[in-house]
Structures are given as structure tokens and as C-alpha cells.
């Protein structure tokens, strides 16, 4: 028998355990305690992480952000312009009044058009219907409402086992229990998939949904195989469920071949996809957008109640993707972090190797980095907010805090030159714990920084 490769993570509770965060910049208390009418859900919420940044950050490996040097500003504020000049009147307002309210709820019809054309480039074998398009506030807003749409208390939603939180908190808020999926470095193990959607039925649960990010999963980079993806979907139509692709960052592949998307593979329609100009073009645009059978995005649209998506910036992006600029655009991108990537990959040997292991990913935003057994994680923590590093804790992912120190490391932002130093910095940063060195500020345990 094989053995099975060191995991990831094993299946848990995910964010059972997240840590409570303590927010100093609400220590000076006002006159009356504001907290005290706090609704439940922001009473448990955490503050995010980066609300206590080192005081100088030199090195910045913490938001997954594209880089400024790819931004398209020349191209998106001709077009922007054009459009005011064309058709500013209803470029601001809530709806055009030829399409009517189909631009409140699920967006201008031209620029569904639009995207179905792309998410047709990106999907093979895919016909994408424009109805099957909402476009969203950001692919966040597409979760929340997938959320919203399919989840409800006595629902079970499998996601990897370390994922991404602002998604994850919306499956949360709706009473659903979420069931943490065991990875490895292909991604999430099937039969762990398979085992927890048993013991979600054991437990009275009604297996709903699976989120999973197959493609450069974030944090881990890891990329789900074919097979998998056959096996995720046969589980899928098994059980009855509904599979939420998000698809951010499958574009950015630096090495090795594609993998079809499950969207792609579906032949149920129970797939549905979430995507956005956030990485690809620049995330201040706030387009997102989920795909789908019209029947599935129906739900979506059904709850939303926010008036409907950026009308002016909906126009520029309709046009952007018309002009047949989104080829070139990411190509663009994938050329500048290509380099980053093989960059960062070699400084973490040179100046960390002794005391990390990772695997260079083959594309996406970000190296997960696990530190050596037995180094003092939290400290190593302090002392990089000592040199101006910004990285995330890996447990703000998982939830866990198992003494296994992880972190993630996002290279697509800072300059080669940036990765470089950043990276002799974290080193330094290792070795002052190893050499039992004091911080200046108290190691506070885990991802409480
Ligand atoms: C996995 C994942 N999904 C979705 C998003 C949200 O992107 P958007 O800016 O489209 O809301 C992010 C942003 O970092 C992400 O990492």
C-alpha cells in the first residue's frame, strides 16, 4: 500500500478555533461603549488582521493585490471617458432604462454579454448563456450571495481545509456548518471529502454545497488534478449538491499545463463559477461576477437587494473586454509575475531554506511557506514586524493553531528587488529567534499581530 504524502491539514472544524483578535486601536474607550449594541455577528466577528500593520512596512507580502506596474490606466481612463462623453447620463445612473431592471439585479446587459464571451474563453466546451450572469460588487459579493441564495440552517458546506476566510465567513453567517476538508499538495483528498459528507449525514446535516478554489488555491497554490475534479463532481451528483468554482486565479499559470475547470467537466449544472476583473485588470473596478445556469443564478439575484452593480465602471469593463484587451492584459500580468515567482522562490532558499519548506507554485498569487518543527512561530512573527514585513498567518486560513507555524507569502505586489530583501529580512527574522533575540514588541501568539 502507498503511503500517503504528509497533509496539509487534516478535516476539522474550520474556524472553530480561530483566535480572538484584540483590536488596540479601540483601547481608548469612548463615553458610552458603542460595542455594547453590537448585533451578534459583530460581536463574535474579528477584526481583520491587518489592522495592526508594522509601523513601517518595508516589505509587503501580505495582500494578495496585482501588481500597479500591470494596472491598465491609460486604457481604462480613455475608455472612461469615452463613456461619459457617449453616455454619462445613464453610465450614472442605477439602470438604463432600455434593459430596465434586469440592470439592478443581475447587471447591464451588454456587459453580461461580454463576460459570457469570456467565461466561454476561459471554460471550454462551455455555451454561456448571459442569463446565466450576475455581475457583483467583486466575486466577494458573488459568495455572499451564493450564501445567502443556497444556505441555511441544517446545511453542510465542505471547503478546503485552509481557504479563504472572507468567503467562508458569508457560508457562516447563514447557519450552515461548514466541514473543513483534509489537503494534500494536489489539493483537497476526495475521500476525506467523502467521509465528511457522511459524517454531515450522520450528524443530520444536509450536504448543500462545495466551495473550492481548484485552480492556485488560495493559500496553499495547490492545483486539484483531473481525476480529482471527476471524482469532486461524481460526489457531487451523488449527493446532490451544488459545487462553487472560484475560478480568480486560474488565469495565472506561470508553469506546467492547464487543468479543465469543473465547470467545464459539469454536465448536471451544478456548477457555478465565480470570477472578477479584480486580478486580472485591477481590483479597484469591483467587478465581479458568478456563472451559471440561468435556473442557478436565479437565486442569486432573488435575494440581492443592494440596487444593483457600478453602472459607470460596468460600461468601462463591457468595453474593455469588447476592445479584445483581456488577452493581452493578462499576459501582461503573467509576464511580470513570472519572474517574481522564480524570484521569491530562490531568496526563500538562499536566505530561509535551512528552516522552510514550500512547494513553487505553478501559478496564482502566493507561496505557502511552513516553518520547521520546534521554531517558535509566534516570535518569528515579531520579529518580522520588527524588520516591516506584512505576510498573513497561515491560521488565519484554517482556524489552526496546532503549533504548526504556516505562512503566506504574496509576491505578485513588491518589486523583484523588494522580494529580495523581504526575503533576507524573513530570514534574519528566523534567525533571531533561533538565537533567542527579544522583539521589541511581545509576541502575542498566534496571528494575533
Ligand atoms: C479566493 C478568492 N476569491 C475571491 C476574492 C475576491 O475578489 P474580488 O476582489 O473579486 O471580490 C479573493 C481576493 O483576494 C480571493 O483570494
Known amino acids: 500500500m502507498r503511503s500517503r504524502p504528509r497533509l496539509l491539514f487534516e478535516g476539522h472544524d474550520i474556524f472553530a478555533a480561530t483566535p480572538e483578535i484584540k483590536d488596540d486601536s479601540l483601547e481608548e474607550k469612548p463615553l458610552f461603549e458603542v460595542s455594547d449594541l453590537f448585533a451578534p455577528l459583530a460581536k463574535n466577528g474579528t477584526p481583520p488582521y491587518f489592522h495592526r500593520n508594522p509601523p513601517h512596512i518595508k516589505f509587503d507580502f501580505d495582500q494578495g493585490s496585482p501588481s500597479s506596474e500591470v494596472f491598465p490606466v491609460a486604457d481604462l481612463s480613455r475608455i472612461s471617458d469615452e463613456i461619459l462623453a457617449r453616455d454619462g447620463k445613464t453610465a450614472l445612473d442605477y439602470m438604463d432604462p432600455n434593459y430596465g431592471y434586469a440592470d439592478i439585479t443581475i447587471g447591464w446587459t451588454p456587459l453580461r454579454e461580454q463576460i459570457a464571451g469570456f467565461v466561454e474563453s476561459r471554460n471550454p466546451g462551455v455555451t454561456q448563456s448571459p442569463d446565466g450572469i450576475i455581475v457583483t460588487n467583486g466575486s466577494v459579493q458573488a459568495l455572499a450571495l451564493a450564501a445567502t441564495a443556497y444556505l441555511s440552517t441544517g446545511d453542510a458546506v465542505f471547503v478546503e481545509g485552509a481557504s479563504f476566510p472572507f468567503g467562508l465567513r458569508y457560508f457562516q453567517q447563514t ?49 486539484l488534478p483531473l481525476e480529482r475534479r471527476k471524482q469532486l463532481l ?40 465565480s470570477d472578477s476583473f479584480a486580478k486580472t485588470v485591477a481590483p479597484g473596478t469591483r467587478i465581479g461576477w458568478m456563472a451559471g445556469s440561468p435556473e442557478a443564478i436565479l437565486a442569486l439575484a432573488m435575494v440581492r437587494q443592494d ?55 505553478d501559478g496564482g498569487f502566493y507561496f505557502w511557506v511552513e516553518l520547521e518543527d520546534g521554531i517558535d512561530w509566534p516570535l518569528v512573527q515579531a520579529h518580522a514586524y520588527d524588520r516591516g514585513i506584512a505576510m498573513r498567518p497561515g491560521e488565519m486560513f484554517s482556524g489552526q493553531t496546532n503549533g504548526r507555524g504556516f505562512v503566506r507569502l504574496a509576491f505578485t505586489s513588491p518589486s523583484i528587488a523588494e522580494i529580495e530583501d523581504g526575503m533576507q529580512a524573513f530570514g534574519a527574522s528566523i534567525d533571531a529567534t533561533l538565537a533567542g533575540e527579544r522583539p521589541s514588541i511581545e509576541p502575542t501568539g498566534y496571528a494575533k499581530l
Open 175 to 223: 447557519g450552515a456548518t461548514t466541514f473543513g476538508i483534509a489537503m494534500d499538495h494536489q489539493g483537497l483528498l476526495i475521500d476525506s471529502l467523502a467521509d465528511a459528507i457522511a459524517e454531515a449525514k450522520s450528524q443530520g446535516l444536509r450536504p448543500k454545497m462545495i466551495y473550492t478554489i481548484a485552480s492556485f488555491q488560495l493559500p496553499t497554490g495547490t492545483v
Open 307 to 361: 440596487l444593483g452593480p457600478n453602472q459607470w465602471v460596468g460600461r468601462v469593463m463591457e468595453q474593455y473586454v469588447r476592445e479584445g484587451l483581456m488577452p493581452a492584459q493578462i499576459q501582461r500580468s503573467i509576464d511580470n509575475y513570472t519572474p517574481k515567482r522564480d524570484a521569491t522562490a530562490a531568496a526563500l532558499k538562499k536566505y530561509c531554506g535551512d528552516h522552510v519548506t514550500f512547494h513553487t507554485p
Open 234 to 273: 461524481d460526489l457531487a451528483n451523488l449527493h446532490n449538491m451544488l459545487v462553487i468554482e472560484d475560478a480568480i486565479y486560474s488565469p495565472f499559470r506561470y508553469s506546467g499545463e492547464p487543468v479543465t475547470s469543473l465547470y467545464s467537466l459539469d454536465t448536471e449544472g451544478r456548477v457555478i463559477q
